[in-house]
């Protein structure tokens, strides 16, 4: 018996490290991949086309939107971002689990088409060092990191669907913990109960 | 301020290496321990009183249960089995995880007085393996092998309430898998959400 993967929805503020510790936690690994959203911000310095997004114009993502090929979308700091449905939907039919980065609005929209989704939500050890962090990457201007800060009061507030929040103060621990969380989840009863009925 | 210890509940069939992998995921730390339960039965060859169990008579066990003083009690294949209450309560009001090896019985007691209990029911990889297993251990009839097999399917029909299933094949894989259960449920929203309150 195939499987089906499992649907991971990763949030939290820019800067707080959501893909740096997932890449690590899934490195290696063939059961578990990361669905690249598409979005209509403008790449930036650095940033690859369908590998951090799929970067497309507002015309095309709002088409995506009526053709119904996005699993959820959400507008966030003047941008679209969205996930595209057939990628995911067809790799957790092949037994892959798939994460999705995406923000607490899109993340809602999933848990609620698909409650079984293990919503995480990542977060800086505090505001004061993700400002900093944002600072440092130096790809945002002033107005836009105090936006993306403000944007991290209202998530937080927003934030109380999520099944577990990882506070990335060290990567290496940070890591750990979302295998961790990955582990504890394989051995649910709901997923681990066919053992319970071979005797 | 000081956190509240979690009361985790570990079950399953005789034999299937519960104790063994709870001392190895908790070696070595001082934020978790064992909860030494009272027992009815006789000390099997090399058990010390204190250690694997309290060896009361029957008619200590009903004074306990009289006075309140357990958690939970229950009868298993023919013996008295029940976990002294204010141990538990002292240690986790201290902040120490406390786990308790109890019965299936028991466990469904302690999930209902303590919904926020951790449950984990710990299996062989099979039944035939089991048998072997206690066969092996050299302490039980062949008589008592058979009752504690019928025992286990029984329990196995009745672990629905439980939250996860560790299947003890590898002693290393099973015990990491309950470290990483352990970590996981630290992560939980509710067990972190102050974190979110901070900013």
Chains 1, 2 share one sequence.
Not at 51 to 61: A, G, K, L, T
Not at 130 to 154: F, H, K, M, W
Request: aromatic content about 10%; overall charge negative.
């Amino acid at each position: 018996m195939q499987t089906k993967g499992k649907l991971i929805v990763i949030s939290g503020p820019s800067g707080a490290g959501k893909s740096t510790i997932v890449f690590k936690a899934i490195e290696g690994r063939k059961d578990m991949c990361f669905s690249t959203s598409v979005t209509s911000r403008c790449p930036r310095p650095g940033e690859v086309d369908g590998r951090e997004y799929f970067f497309i114009d507002r015309e095309r993502f709002r088409q995506m939107i009526e053709n119904d090929e996005l699993l959820e979308h959400a507008e966030y700091v003047g941008n679209y971002y969205g996930t595209p449905r057939k990628f995911v939907e067809d790799k957790l039919a092949d037994g892959v689990s798939v994460f999705l980065d995406i923000e607490v609005q899109g993340a809602c929209q999933v848990g609620e088409k698909m409650p079984e989704a293990i919503k995480i939500f990542v977060i800086p050890p505090s505001l004061e060092e993700l400002r900093r962090r944002l600072v440092n990457r130096g790809t945002d201007s002033p107005e836009s990191i105090e936006n993306r800060l403000r944007r991290a009061r209202e998530e937080y507030a927003e934030a109380d669907f999520y099944d577990y929040i990882v506070v990335n103060d060290k990567i290496e621990v940070a890591a750990a913990e979302l295998q961790a969380i990955l582990t504890a989840e394989q051995c649910r009863y709901a997923v681990r109960s066919h053992w319970l009925k071979e005797v």
